[in-house]
């Protein structure tokens, strides 16, 4: 696999995989070549384990109870029940995976669309090994794959006339947080990393990555581009 995908925002996440055993992956795609040729890469990793694998997005939910991923990599385009509909689902879980969507595609509506569900990343098929292994470690800590361009690009596609009750309604959810927490989303609107913001709030990494965390309870969020995009429909930068 070879290619330039977006660069990953990669952000601060928890204790590392190794501290905690391999991250564990399941694979979804219809096509057997691609689910072999990503296997393939993921052996490399000694800190990464495929443990199961489903051909189709309607096999998620059972195979994700039966091997207990951390990491889902999910073709968003296959025949019977797509990555969207099966994001959604796996994301509704009582212990949900993180999910990166896999496109041969940029930013295409099947991408938005899995995001939205609650996709913590999307990685273009021809992503080069290097990237594939960086991306499933990076979601794994519990970091969106997102660079701040591509962030910028969802909020517009999603976000709409801002003259709505969309507007309303993000603004009452955003009255509830405290000024600090406020601040913090602001920042995560522009796409910015937890290091990013904590240099220009002059917070520790810990702290952002504690109010990112209260940001996505608080909200409802399933990761940073849905605080983005509720920012955005607020008016809010």
Known sequence: MSGAPPEPNLVAGSAPPEARGPVRVLLVDD????????????????????????????????????????????????????????TERVRALARPPQVIVLTTFHLDDYVFGALRAGASGFLLKDSPPTEILQAVRTVANGAAMLSPAVTRMLIERFAGNPVDTRRADAMRQLEGLSEREREVAAEVAYGLSNAEIAAKLYMSEATVKAHVSRLLTRLGAANRVQIAILVHNAGAI
């Open 31 to 86: 096509d057997p070549l691609v689910r072999a040729a990503l296997r393939m890469i993921l052996a490399t990793a000694a800190d990464l384990v495929v443990v199961g694998e489903a051909a189709d997005g309607g096999e998620v939910v059972a195979a994700a109870n039966a091997h207990h991923p951390d990491v889902v990599l999910m073709d968003v385009r296959m025949p019977g029940v797509d990555g969207i509909a099966a």
